[in-house]
C-alpha cells in the first residue's frame, strides 16, 4: 500500500484511516482546500484534480489507492487558463471553479485549440449552479490569449 | 431505509496475484451485490466507493484488483480494465461501443471507470440506492412499481422494476461480445441474469469471480443511440445498441429493464410491459430503434 | 441632513412598511451613457482569489479545536418523536456534546422528512454522523398530507389566501370576444448552491458569538442568532466573505446554524454544521410547485377585457405566499383582474426564495396564455403584448419610475423576425420555432444601506461597507461607482465586505437589490469623500472649490490646472479622508419596476419528445449598467437555471411517504454545459431617473423570469402542442404531441 502521496510536486505520508477520500486528505490534511466538496458523491466535479494529467474526481477516490503525480488548483495557479478565465469573467460564485480549471488545463494539455464541442464535451463534467457556462466556454476558446 | 451503525472502519486489500484476490474476495458476488463475507472487489472506484461508503453495499473489505485486470486494446481484445476514455478515444473499437463510452457518465467517471466495472454497475433505481428495504435488497415489494418509476424498467419489470445503467453492457450484447474471467469464458448474455426470488443477483459471476478480458467480435457496422433527461452525464432513459454483422442484426437495450436488454426486432417492443409513468420510453425507443436499424444499413 | 420616512421596501415582492432613517440624496445622477469606469466593462477583482481557489468559503474555514456537527432529521414527512435517547451518542467515540427535541429548532414533531430532531458534536464529521445512527429513536409514523388541492380543501394553508381584484371581472369577461382558460402547473425545484448551507459558530467569553456562514445577508443572520441566543447585536459577529451560491435559500441564519452555536455554546469550541449534499437536497429550501388555473378574455383585436387566476402554491410546512399572481396583476394593462393566491400547508420541506419566487412560476402559466390566445386570435404574439402595454401601475394607480418595456419589444424585434428562417431550418423529424414572452418583477432596493469610502496618503480607496457579494460580482461594481466618483482608475479602488464588525449595515443580497440599494450609498460615499478631497486642494492650491473636480486619478481644474491627486493625499501622511453614504429614498408615488423581453429558439424532436434550446435574445431593462461583463454573466446565469427549471429539474417525492427521492445530483439534474443554447444579451441601459443618483435597478431575479414561457411558447410555435407543465420532459413532451394530433392544426402567424 503506498504510504506516500505526490501533490503539486510536494511528497506527503498518508497518514489517514482507509476510506478517506483524495478530497478529504487534500483540504483537511494538507491544506489545500482549493480543491471544493460539493456533492461528495461523483455527481458534479467540484473536486476534480488531475493525476498524471487526467482529470479524476478526488471526492470519490481513496487517498490510499492513488498511483501518480496528484496536480490540484493550487499547483495550477500559474497556469495562463487561471487568467483566461477571469478576463472572460468565467467565475461567479467561484465554488465550481477550481474544479472547471483543472479539467480546462487537462483539455488544453491533450488539444491547445479544442473546437467548441470539443470544450462542451469536455467540460460537461463540471456542473455550475451560477450558469458561468458561456463564459468558461470563451476563457477555454481564447486562453491563450 | 435501514438505519446505519457505528463509524464503518474499511480495509484494503492489494493482493499480487488472481489467486490471492480470489482467496480474499471468496463469498462475494460482483460490484453492487451483496457481501455476505465483506469484501468486494475494487477497479476504478467510481461505483463501488460510493456504494460502500454509504452503506447500500454491505462491504468492509476493498479488494484492489486494478493491477491483476489486464488494460489495453489487442485487436478485439479489450482489457477489463481498460477505461472507458480510453475505448472512446480509441479509433478501432467498434462505434456502438466507442459512442456508448463517449455517452456515458463525465469525463472524469469515464478516466476512472473501466469496462469491466461499468458492466457490473448496479441499478440507478433511486429506492435501492437510498436503501429502501425493497425487493432487490431482500425485501418483499418494489417500491417503485407502487411510487415513482418514470425512469425505470418496461421489460421484465415485474417484480422489480430497476432499470441497468450500462451504456456499453447494451452496445456489447448488441456487439456478440464475450468474457473472459479468471474461470471461464461466456458471453455478454450470459453474464447477466433477471433477479428470482430466490437470488436476487443480476449477474451469473460466482463469488469473486472477476471479468478480466472482452473479445469483441468487429461488426459490419453498429450504432449507439441514447436519450438523456439532459444533453450529458445523465443515466440513459432509453440507450439502444444495433450490430450487423452479415445477415445477422442484434439490438439491446439499456435503461428498459433490470439487465441489458437484447431485443428481439423492432417489434418486440410492443411485448413491453410499461408502467403508467414510463409508456414514453417505448415511444422514444421506437424511434431510436428505427434510426439505430438505418443508421447500420448495409 | 438625516430625515425620518415611512418607506415601503419589498424584496422578493413582499412588502413591507418601516420606518427609516435617511439621507436626502443630494447627487445628480450622472448623464446616460458609459463613463470612464462605470458602464465599461470590467473582470471581477476578486476573480482571481476565486479562480485559484484561494477564496475562503465557510467550507473553507477550520479553526483550532473545531468539532463538526451532524444533525439528526426525520426520515419521516410527519412523525411523532415517542423516544429519544442521547446516551449511546454521547458515548461514543469523538463526541463531545449530543442535543435532542428541547432544544430549539430540534422538534419531537416533525412535519416533513429533514425536520432536525437532534444532533451531536464531534471531533470528525465522521464520528458525528456514526453517532447519529447510535440514537436510540422511537417513532411514531403518522400519515402525512401531501396533495395540495387537497390541503385547499381541508383549508390547511399556511397564511389566509391573497386575494387581489380590480374592476369588473364578470363584465369583463362579458364583453369578450374570446375567452380561453387553461391550467398550467410548475414543478418543485432546489436551488441546490454548490456550497451547501453551513456555518462555523465560535463563542468568546461566552456571551460573544462569531459565526461564519455561507449567506446572503450578514445582518439577517446577525439579527436571528442575537435574538435566538438573547445576545446584544453587538456581541454577534457574522462573517462571509465568499460564498459558494445561495439564489434565495440562504437568506436566513437557518437550523444549522442554531444548531452548530448551540454546540458550540456548550463545548466551548468552534463547531462547524454543514449540510451534505444529500440534506441540501431535502432541507435547505426549494421553489414550490404550483397549480395555475388561468382565464382570460379579450376582444378580438386582442385587447384584454378580463384576466382571472386562481393559484396554488405547494408550500411545505412554511415558507411564505409567494407572488404567482404577481405578473398577472402587473404586466398588462388589463382593467379587469381577479387573483387568489394559496398556500397550501404540506407534511414537505418548506419552500424558500428562489430567484424571482412567484414571478417565475406566475410567468410561465401567464405568457403561455398569452400566446394561446395569440393563436386562437391569429394575431402575432409580439403585437398581442405592445396592445396591452401598461403604461401605468394599475393596482395603485401609480406611474412607473421608468419602464422600458417598449424598447425592449422594439429590440426584439430583430430576434422575433427569424422566425420564418428558423422553422425552415425544420428538419425531418425536428422541428424548429420561436417563442417570447415578457418579463416583469421588482428590483428597485431600498434604504436602509450604507458604505464608507477610505482615501489614504497613496491616493488608493477602499469601499467599506458589511454587504456580502453573493457571486454576482457587486462588490466589483461598487468599486466601479466609487472609483468613477473618485476619479480614479479602478485598479486603485477595493471593496471590504462580508463583516458585521468591519462595515456598516447593508442590505440583503436577494431580491436583485443589493445593486441598487448599496451602489447608492457607495456613490454617495465616494462623493463626500472627493468633496473633502477638494476642500483640502482648493486650500493647498489656493482655489476655489467649485473650479475643481476629480478624474484620472488628477485633481482637475477648469481654469487648466491639473495635479496628480498623491499631492493632496500626500499630505494627509497617517491621516486619511473618510467618506460616508447611505441610500437615499425611494421615489414617492412611483412603482420601480424591472422589465424585459426574451426571444427563444427551440428545435424539438417529434418522435422522442427532446427538447433542444438553440439560442436565446434577453433584452431587459435594468436602469443603468454598471458592468456590462458582469450584467451579461448575471443574464446568461438566469437564463442557464430557467432552462433547467424548464427542461430537467424536479424535486421527486415518493408519493405514499412523501420523501424525497432526488436527494443526489444524478437523480436531479442540473443542466450542463452541454445543454447551453446561444444567448444574446441586450440591455437597455438607461437610468431610471427617479430612482436614486444612480438609475440603476438589480438584474439578479430579472433573467430567470420570463425564459420557461419564451421556450414552451417556441415549442408551440414549433409543433403545434401546448404543454402546460414543467418540466418538459419527454414523457410531457410526447404528451403534449399527442393531444395536439389530436386537435385541428392552427395557423402559424407568419412574420
Known amino acids: 500500500m503506498p504510504e506516500l502521496l505526490s501533490v503539486n510536486g510536494d511528497t506527503h505520508d498518508v497518514d489517514a484511516p482507509v476510506g478517506t477520500s483524495l478530497a478529504h486528505y487534500l483540504r483537511e490534511h494538507i491544506g489545500l482546500t482549493g480543491t471544493k466538496i460539493a456533492c461528495n458523491e461523483g455527481h458534479c466535479g467540484a473536486c476534480t484534480v488531475q493525476v498524471d494529467g487526467i482529470p479524476i474526481l478526488s471526492c470519490i477516490t481513496l487517498v490510499h489507492r492513488v498511483e501518480g503525480e496528484v496536480t490540484t488548483i493550487e499547483g495550477l495557479r500559474d497556469h495562463p487558463m487561471v487568467d483566461a478565465f477571469v478576463r472572460a469573467d468565467a467565475v461567479q460564485c467561484g465554488f465550481c471553479t477550481p474544479g472547471q480549471v483543472v479539467s480546462a488545463t487537462a483539455l488544453v494539455a491533450a488539444n491547445p485549440s479544442p473546437s467548441r464541442e470539443e470544450i462542451r464535451h469536455a467540460m460537461a463534467g463540471n456542473l455550475c449552479r451560477c450558469g458561468t457556462y458561456p463564459k468558461i466556454e470563451e476563457a477555454i476558446a481564447a486562453w491563450q490569449g | ?298 | 441632513m438625516a430625515r425620518l420616512i415611512k418607506t415601503e421596501k419589498e424584496v422578493e415582492g413582499r412588502y413591507t412598511e418601516q420606518w427609516v432613517v435617511v439621507e436626502e440624496d443630494v447627487l445628480e445622477q450622472w448623464p446616460p451613457g458609459a463613463r470612464d469606469t462605470v458602464g465599461r466593462p470590467a473582470p471581477r477583482q476578486d476573480g482571481s482569489l476565486r479562480v485559484r481557489g484561494e477564496a475562503r468559503y465557510t467550507a473553507d474555514v477550520q479553526l483550532p479545536g473545531m468539532l463538526h456537527a451532524a444533525v439528526l432529521r426525520s426520515p419521516f414527512a410527519r412523525a411523532r418523536v415517542r423516544g429519544l435517547d442521547l446516551r449511546n451518542a454521547e458515548r461514543a467515540p469523538g463526541v463531545r456534546a449530543a442535543i435532542g427535541p428541547g432544544v430549539e429548532p430540534l422538534t419531537d414533531e416533525p412535519n416533513f422528512q429533514g425536520a432536525p430532531v437532534a444532533a451531536v458534536a464531534a471531533e470528525t464529521y465522521e464520528q458525528a454522523r456514526a453517532a447519529l445512527a447510535l440514537l436510540e429513536v422511537e417513532w411514531e409514523e403518522l400519515e402525512p398530507l401531501l396533495d395540495p388541492e387537497e390541503a385547499v380543501r381541508r383549508d390547511q394553508l399556511i397564511v389566509d389566501p391573497s386575494r387581489y381584484e380590480r374592476g369588473d371581472v364578470e363584465g369583463g369577461f362579458a364583453d369578450a370576444d374570446v375567452v380561453l382558460e387553461a391550467e398550467y402547473r410548475t414543478q418543485t425545484v432546489v436551488h441546490n448552491s454548490l456550497e451547501t448551507h453551513q456555518s462555523v459558530c465560535e463563542w468568546e467569553a461566552g456571551d460573544r458569538l462569531t459565526v461564519y456562514i455561507s449567506t446572503q445577508f450578514v445582518w439577517g443572520v446577525r439579527e436571528e442568532v442575537a435574538e435566538h441566543f438573547g445576545l446584544p447585536e453587538d456581541h454577534v459577529r457574522v462573517v462571509c466573505e465568499f460564498m459558494g451560491g445561495g439564489f434565495g435559500s440562504k437568506n436566513g441564519a437557518d437550523d444549522h446554524t442554531f444548531v452548530g452555536a448551540e454546540l458550540a455554546r456548550r463545548t466551548g469550541r468552534p463547531v462547524k454544521c454543514a449540510l451534505t449534499r444529500r440534506e441540501e437536497n431535502l432541507a435547505a429550501g426549494n421553489r414550490n410547485a404550483t397549480i395555475q388555473r388561468l382565464r382570460v378574455g379579450a376582444r378580438s383585436d386582442g385587447i384584454l377585457t378580463a384576466l382571472e387566476g386562481e393559484f396554488v402554491n405547494a408550500n411545505g410546512w412554511g415558507g411564505w405566499l409567494a407572488s404567482t399572481g404577481g405578473p398577472m396583476r402587473l404586466l398588462y394593462a388589463c382593467e379587469n383582474v381577479r387573483t387568489v393566491e394559496r398556500g397550501a400547508k404540506l407534511n414537505t420541506p418548506p419552500m424558500k426564495a428562489f430567484r424571482a419566487p412567484g414571478f417565475v412560476e406566475g410567468t410561465f402559466g401567464l405568457e403561455c396564455l398569452m400566446d394561446e390566445l395569440a393563436a386562437q386570435l391569429d394575431l402575432d404574439p409580439l403585437e398581442l403584448r405592445r396592445r396591452n402595454y401598461a403604461d401605468h401601475d394599475a393596482m395603485d394607480e401609480r406611474p412607473f419610475s421608468s419602464k422600458g418595456l417598449l424598447e425592449c419589444y422594439r429590440r426584439a424585434e430583430q430576434h422575433w423576425a427569424r422566425r420564418d428562417e428558423v422553422r425552415a431550418r425544420s428538419d425531418g423529424t425536428w422541428k424548429r420555432g420561436v417563442g417570447l414572452a415578457s418579463q416583469v418583477w421588482y428590483g428597485g432596493g431600498g434604504p436602509p444601506s450604507y458604505a464608507w469610502v477610505r482615501v489614504g496618503a497613496d491616493a488608493r480607496a477602499t469601499v467599506v461597507t458589511a454587504m456580502q457579494d453573493i457571486g454576482t460580482g457587486t462588490g466589483t461594481a461598487m468599486a466601479q461607482i466609487a472609483a468613477e466618483e473618485l476619479g480614479l482608475p479602478l485598479d486603485r479602488v477595493r471593496v471590504s465586505l462580508g463583516d458585521t464588525a468591519r462595515g456598516p449595515y447593508a442590505t440583503v443580497s436577494a431580491g436583485s437589490s443589493t445593486l441598487p440599494s448599496m451602489g447608492p450609498a457607495v456613490r454617495s460615499a465616494a462623493a463626500d469623500a472627493a468633496r473633502q478631497i477638494l476642500e483640502i486642494a482648493a486650500q493647498r492650491y489656493e482655489t476655489e472649490e467649485r473650479l475643481l473636480s476629480l478624474r484620472g486619478g488628477r485633481i482637475v481644474s477648469s481654469d487648466g490646472g491639473s495635479w496628480p491627486l498623491e499631492e493632496i493625499t500626500g499630505l494627509l501622511e497617517s491621516g486619511q479622508i473618510l467618506g460616508k453614504g447611505s441610500r437615499g429614498p425611494n421615489p414617492t408615488g412611483m412603482r420601480v419596476l424591472t422589465f424585459g423581453v426574451q426571444v427563444a429558439e427551440v428545435a424539438v424532436d417529434v418522435e422522442t419528445g427532446e427538447v433542444r434550446v438553440e439560442r436565446i435574445a434577453a433584452i431587459h431593462d435594468v436602469g443603468r449598467v454598471i458592468n456590462p461583463l458582469g450584467a451579461s454573466s448575471q443574464v446568461e446565469g438566469g437564463i442557464i437555471q430557467g432552462i433547467g427549471h424548464t427542461l430537467s429539474e424536479e424535486r421527486l417525492l415518493d408519493p405514499q411517504t412523501g420523501r424525497t427521492l432526488t436527494l443526489t445530483l444524478d437523480a436531479y439534474k442540473l443542466p450542463t454545459i452541454a445543454d447551453v443554447p446561444e444567448i444574446v444579451t441586450d440591455l437597455v441601459d438607461e437610468p431610471d431617473t427617479h430612482l436614486t443618483n444612480l438609475g440603476s435597478k438589480g438584474l439578479g431575479e430579472p433573467p430567470i423570469v420570463p425564459t420557461s414561457a419564451a421556450i414552451a411558447n417556441a415549442i408551440r410555435d414549433a409543433t403545434g402542442a401546448d404543454v402546460r407543465s414543467l418540466p418538459i420532459d419527454r414523457e410531457e413532451m410526447l404528451r403534449a404531441l399527442r393531444t395536439a394530433s389530436r386537435q385541428p392544426k392552427r395557423q402559424r402567424v407568419s412574420a
Open chain 2, 1 to 298: 431505509m435501514r438505519e446505519s451503525g457505528g463509524e464503518t472502519r474499511l480495509e484494503l486489500r492489494r493482493p499480487d496475484s488472481l489467486q490471492a484476490a480470489r482467496a480474499a474476495l471468496e463469498g462475494t458476488g460482483g460490484a453492487g451485490e451483496p457481501a455476505p463475507q465483506g469484501s468486494i472487489p475494487l477497479a476504478g472506484g467510481t461505483e463501488v466507493v460510493p456504494l460502500v461508503r454509504d452503506r447500500v453495499v454491505p462491504a468492509t473489505t476493498l479488494v484492489d484488483v486494478r493491477a491483476l485486470v489486464p488494460r489495453g486494446v489487442d485487436g478485439t481484445r479489450i482489457g477489463a480494465g481498460t477505461t472507458l476514455a480510453e475505448l472512446e478515444a480509441d479509433p478501432e473499437i467498434p462505434h456502438a461501443l466507442r459512442e456508448a463510452c463517449r455517452l456515458a457518465a463525465s469525463p472524469q467517471l469515464r478516466a476512472m471507470g473501466t469496462i469491466g466495472g461499468n458492466l457490473l454497475q448496479a441499478t440507478r433505481c433511486w429506492y435501492w440506492r437510498l436503501r429502501y428495504p425493497c425487493w432487490l435488497h431482500g425485501g418483499d415489494r418494489c417500491y417503485a412499481r407502487a411510487g415513482l418509476h418514470r425512469e425505470h424498467a418496461v421489460f421484465a419489470n415485474e417484480p422489480c422494476a430497476s432499470p441497468h445503467p450500462s451504456d456499453p453492457a447494451a452496445a456489447l450484447l448488441a456487439l456478440g461480445a464475450t468474457l473472459r474471467t479468471d474461470r471461464r469464458e461466456l458471453s455478454v448474455a450470459e453474464l447477466y441474469r433477471l433477479p428470482t426470488d430466490d437470488d436476487r443477483r443480476i449477474t451469473t459471476l460466482e463469488a469473486g469471480e472477476l471479468i478480466l478480458e472482452l473479445d469483441v467480435p468487429a461488426p459490419e457496422a453498429s450504432a449507439y443511440l441514447k436519450a438523456m433527461d439532459r444533453r450529458a452525464f445523465s443515466f440513459a432513459l432509453v440507450g439502444v445498441a444495433a450490430a450487423r454483422r452479415g445477415e445477422e442484426t442484434r439490438i439491446a437495450l439499456a435503461g428498459m429493464a433490470p439487465v441489458p436488454w437484447l431485443l428481439d426486432g423492432l417489434e418486440a417492443l410492443e411485448t413491453a410491459t410499461p408502467l403508467p409513468q414510463n409508456a414514453y420510453k417505448l415511444d422514444v425507443a421506437r424511434a431510436l430503434v428505427r434510426r439505430a436499424l438505418a443508421e447500420i444499413e448495409p
